[in-house]
């Protein structure tokens, strides 16, 4: 019986110790993810600066030829900024670009596809959440027309392109999506609990959404809790703010709001003013769009990972030129991220435009790569 209840203590001791270990494990994991947490948020807080990522070419071989850009929809003022540098930066390089003024309805994107069949352009660029095939007759038949057909930002760089499109620019959400995390987790010691607003009707979302949450578990050692919910594009300024709402009175835990696009902060304001959480639970964001830089300096947001429109124009152009002009148009865009926060937000301007605060390395940096002057 002796012998039983010292196998017994021992076998509870060498548990204890188990446990104990287990918990300082973690603690070293928590406590090396949150360090890697603010080095990158360090990293990430300073101007970016411009690295090639394919080789150079004449990009004259573009010259005269016609584009016609067709974004999700052209109510969203970031589609509006990239579309006007797209229209800017094509004119001076000799490149027609003409924008597809539209309000995110799918028969307007077909009316587009048709419309750049009949005025015979040579290249269609799907942008901002259009996936190719989602109008596949309408796409094969400008291919058939010999029209290329090139797509941005409607996938994140660990998705596949779309069977339909020559060139296929993945847009870096998921490298977005570890940035926020790691200013969440660095701004809470590992203590966070975050309600992640989505729209599913964007191809790159879930991606998006799985890479914060991932980079979250990760600084945090498993402090860190997080949901997920979805509000579709047409739904946005009817139902986020009650998503948010609702879901801030059944968890009052709730520290921070992530909507996926910053366009979508303006509809969760309302829901903190009106549950009283206004101050008390942050707002972290990624596009850098103009009037929500504007909310972080005025503090309404506390963060917004941003990327300069002209600089992502230029690299959407980049590949559609080599494209165009019958070379690989490479995989993703080289658009480079930086935190907005209340201290830096006004490098942005004041009131923010969409290219402030980046530099201008870019510039430099493409028109080498093109070979312009």
């Known amino acids: 019986m002796t012998n039983l209840i010292n196998r017994s203590a021992s076998l509870a001791a060498s548990a204890a110790v188990i446990v104990l270990l287990a918990a300082a494990n973690a603690a070293h994991a928590g406590d090396a993810g949150l360090a890697d947490a603010k080095a990158l948020v360090d990293k990430h807080l300073q101007v970016p600066q411009f690295e090639a990522t394919m080789p150079a070419f004449d990009a004259a071989c573009a010259k005269g030829k016609k584009l016609l850009s067709i974004p999700v929809s052209s109510t969203i003022p970031f589609v509006q900024g990239v579309e006007s540098a797209l229209e800017e930066t094509g004119t001076k390089l000799g490149l027609s670009v003409m924008h597809w003024k539209n309000q995110g309805n799918p028969t307007q994107w077909v009316q587009g596809v048709e419309y750049a069949i009949s005025n015979k352009f040579d290249a269609i660029d799907l942008f901002g959440g259009i996936i190719p095939s989602s109008i596949g007759p309408q796409v094969k038949a400008a291919r058939e027309a010999g029209i290329k057909i090139f797509g941005a930002s409607y996938s994140d760089t660990t998705q596949e392109g779309d069977p339909l499109a020559d060139v296929t620019l993945a847009q870096p959400y998921s490298e977005a999506g570890g940035i926020i995390a790691a200013w969440i987790a660095a701004k809470t010691e590992g203590k966070a609990n975050v ?30 809790t997080h949901k997920y919910a979805n ?14 709402q609702s879901s801030l009175l059944a968890d009052p835990s709730i520290n921070y709001v992530v909507p996926l696009y910053d366009s979508m902060s303006q509809f969760i304001l309302p829901a903190l003013a009106i549950t009283g959480r206004k101050g008390d639970v ?65 490098e942005a301007g004041v009131p923010a435009a969409f290219n402030q605060g980046y530099g201008d390395s870019d510039v430099a940096g493409f028109n080498t790569l093109w070979g312009v002057k």
């Open 282 to 346: 942050k707002i972290a964001t990624f596009n850098g769009t103009p009037e929500v830089l504007d909310m972080v300096r005025n503090g309404d947001v506390e963060m917004d990972v941003g990327e300069s429109l002209s600089w992502m124009a230029r690299s959407m152009l980049d590949g559609y030129m080599r494209g165009m002009c019958g070379m690989d148009g490479g995989k993703k865009l080289n658009v480079q991220l930086r935190i907005f926060n209340k201290d830096n937000a006004a």
């Open 231 to 244: 509000v579709n594009i047409p739904d946005w300024a009817t139902k986020i703010q009650s998503t948010v």
């Open 195 to 224: 309600l992640i607003i989505g729209s599913d009707d964007i191809q790159q979302s879930q991606p998006f959404a799985k890479a914060i949450g991932a980079a979250l578990d990760k600084a945090c050692g498993g402090g860190c």
